[in-house]
């Protein structure tokens, strides 16, 4: 560029101390879960969500994708993540559809077919089912349904409005 007027020899020069050799992100797998955490962490605090962790089977998923954008890329997997999921945890359902289908038809991994099975969706299932049974059981008492539950008044009342439970219509 300096060769051909489009970059100042002066300013080159300055800039060019430390030449610095980043490998891209594909050739460095073992940084990937740490700066995964590392945006988690970051965009958790920024979106005021309290999720804590990435899942295994999506740490997996992170770790085989070819990362074509990059670290930038990588980020904007984790922001969509955190933004777009309800609970403490991010699951493999819970990065981009492509994402999922291309890793995993690369891996050898059979994808989710509709109507089989959904783990997390059977979990909610169940764990509303129980809500509203300890719920019915402490007469719509709030407090009282924590307590049985052994989560705080304030996870009792996100996971009602999660769920469309309303304790007064028991």
Known sequence: MVKE????????YRLNVIHLTLPPLRERREDIPLL???FLQKFSSENQRDIIEIDPSAMSL???WPWPGNI?????VIERAVVMNTGAVIFAEDLPTQFRQSVSHASGI????????????EIKREERRIIMEVLEQQEGNRTRTALMLGISRRALMYKLQEYGIDPAGL
Not at 5 to 12: A, H, M, N, S
Not at 72 to 76: A, D, G, K, T, V
Not at 110 to 121: D, F, I, M, Y
């Open 110 to 121: 059979k994808p989710a077919q509709p109507g089989e099975r959904n783990l997390k969706e």
């Open 62 to 64: 992170l770790t085989a």
């Open 5 to 12: 007027g489009t970059f100042r020899e002066d300013l080159f």
């Open 72 to 76: 930038r890329e990588l980020s904007n």
């Open 36 to 38: 995964a955490n590392h």
